[in-house]
């Protein structure tokens, strides 16, 4: 049973380019959760989303951040015009319904995002 | 709204010593978590506990061992005979019981253990 997929695991880009970042929950969880890293921080909750809902995004930035989880495929973190201040580890994490199973997240190993 | 605070941004001990990493939190909810994540320099995070408010006993699991006090809003972290392999950043964190896993992390301990 592989665990929470994120790619890629290393990401440069230069500001104004866009950047995507790609989740693959575990096998039979709905339920994806998207955290941002700063260097030397902790960890910011930014959005959790099941199948084609986004349920909370209490956290993420205003502007140029949006999250997707679509019925089929990976869940997606997309950052348009990157500016140096997004460098930063963004993880994700995965759960069945919490009320369902009621469990802890799993965790990816990370996308590191460099903007130069 | 809720608040993580791990005081010690650094701790550094000496192989075999015992180190308790300290978590405060604050929360209006009655109903909530608590988590450790431990974050090794290959930058993963690794679950090591969750336990939720109705349970205040501790838990002892090898060499680590969790404190969990209500009255003081604590959930502090022990980790007995230190070895070089726990040198790692640890983070503490909480959820309400309703919000499952959107967790709020304190700012991290990094443990150092020297040879």
């Known amino acids: 049973n592989a665990g929470v997929m994120q790619n890629p695991r290393h990401l440069v880009r230069r500001r104004g380019q866009e950047a995507r970042l790609r989740c693959s929950p575990m096998?039979?969880?709905?339920?994806v959760y998207w955290y941002r890293q700063l260097p030397e921080e902790g960890l910011k909750f930014m959005v959790y989303?099941?199948?084609?809902?986004?349920?909370?995004e209490s956290g993420m930035p205003k502007e140029r951040f949006s999250a997707e989880f679509p019925k089929e495929g990976p869940s997606i973190l997309r950052i348009q015009q990157v500016v140096r201040g997004d460098s930063a580890a963004y993880f994700c994490?995965?759960?069945?319904?919490?009320?369902?199973?009621?469990?802890?997240?799993?965790f990816g190993q990370g996308t590191r995002l460099t903007v130069v | 709204a809720q608040k993580v605070t791990q005081a010690q941004t650094e701790i550094s001990v000496v192989e075999k010593e015992d180190v308790t990493l300290d978590c405060v939190y604050e929360t209006r909810d009655t109903t909530y978590y608590l988590f450790w994540y431990k974050q090794p320099p290959s930058g993963e995070l690794v679950f090591l506990i969750r336990r939720n408010s109705f349970d205040e006993q501790n838990e002892i699991s090898g060499r680590y061992s969790w404190n969990f006090q209500k009255s003081t809003s604590s959930f502090n972290f022990t980790i007995t005979a230190s070895q070089v392999v726990d040198s790692a950043v640890y983070f503490c964190?909480?959820?309400?019981?309703?919000?499952?896993?959107?967790?709020?992390f304190g700012g991290g301990t990094r443990l150092m253990v020297k040879p």
């Open positions: 096998k039979g969880h709905s339920h």
């Open positions: 964190a909480l959820s309400e019981l309703i919000a499952g896993n959107m967790l709020t």
């Open positions: 989303l099941q199948k084609e809902n986004i349920i909370d």
């Open positions: 994490a995965s759960s069945p319904p919490w009320r369902e199973l009621n469990t802890e997240a799993f």
